[in-house]
């Protein structure tokens, strides 16, 4: 049996009962064209986004590290870990089981790419510290030879610093343990779904 042609699976849907726009430029859809793409858009965020944003930590499982005793996807899974036996709400958890998804792929910005990631679906309280959380780790870092420790200090007194240094504390810098007994992904799989079903909030472009 031949392989099948990779358009069929470019263009593959999720349900068989969907429809294609058949054209090929925006400029040519019409105000139905939009209903019924949007309408399957929203189905297929419902089905696709948490699955999708779970492949990309468990794409890391295997992978190598630069220096550290566990790689990004067990640190990752340390730091939900610890969440969860603390007794951390759902939430918190997912953010430490997210919080350096990008850490690879974007490392001089993945704070952001973590808010920019769970913004919408989570606290401002969260989404303040994921933006900031490399930062915070710096007062950490005593003999690094070139960052500033004291970066933080440009937020002292803001409402969510102390979550922010007690975050890296706790659940980040901390999180490196080749001997933890970490949790199964399989257990924060539930709570990943849970978050990204809530109704995003309204996020702001800036100028």
């Not at 808010?115 to 780790?137: K, P, T």
């Not at 890296?168 to 949790?183: H, K, L, S």
Request: glycine content about 2%; hydrophobic content about 40%; proline content about 5%.
């Amino acid at each position: 049996m031949s392989p099948p042609d990779r358009r069929d699976l470019d263009d593959a849907l999720l349900h068989d009962h969907w429809r294609h726009i058949d054209k090929l430029s925006l400029e040519d859809f019409t105000a139905e064209d939009w209903a019924l793409l949007n309408a399957q858009r929203a189905d297929y965020y419902r089905h696709e986004q948490a699955r999708q944003v779970l492949r990309l930590l468990t794409d890391s499982a295997e992978d190598t590290t630069f220096g550290y005793r566990v790689n990004n996807y067990r640190h990752s899974l340390q730091s939900a870990t610890l969440a969860l036996r603390d007794g951390l709400s759902e939430e918190d958890i997912v953010v430490c089981l997210l919080h350096d998804v990008g850490f690879i792929a974007c490392p001089s910005r993945h704070g952001e790419f973590a808010a920019a990631l769970l913004g919408a679906y989570v606290s401002e309280r969260n989404e303040w510290m994921l933006r900031r959380h490399a930062i915070f780790q710096d007062v950490h870092a005593q003999h690094h030879p070139t960052i500033d420790r004291h970066a933080r200090e440009r937020w002292r007194g803001h409402p969510h610093f102390e979550w922010a240094a007690t975050f890296v504390e706790r659940y980040d810098q901390a999180a490196i343990d080749p001997n933890y007994e970490c949790a199964p992904l399989s257990v924060f799989e539930p709570m990943v779904h849970r978050i990204f079903s809530r109704t995003p909030r309204p996020v702001a472009m800036p100028d």
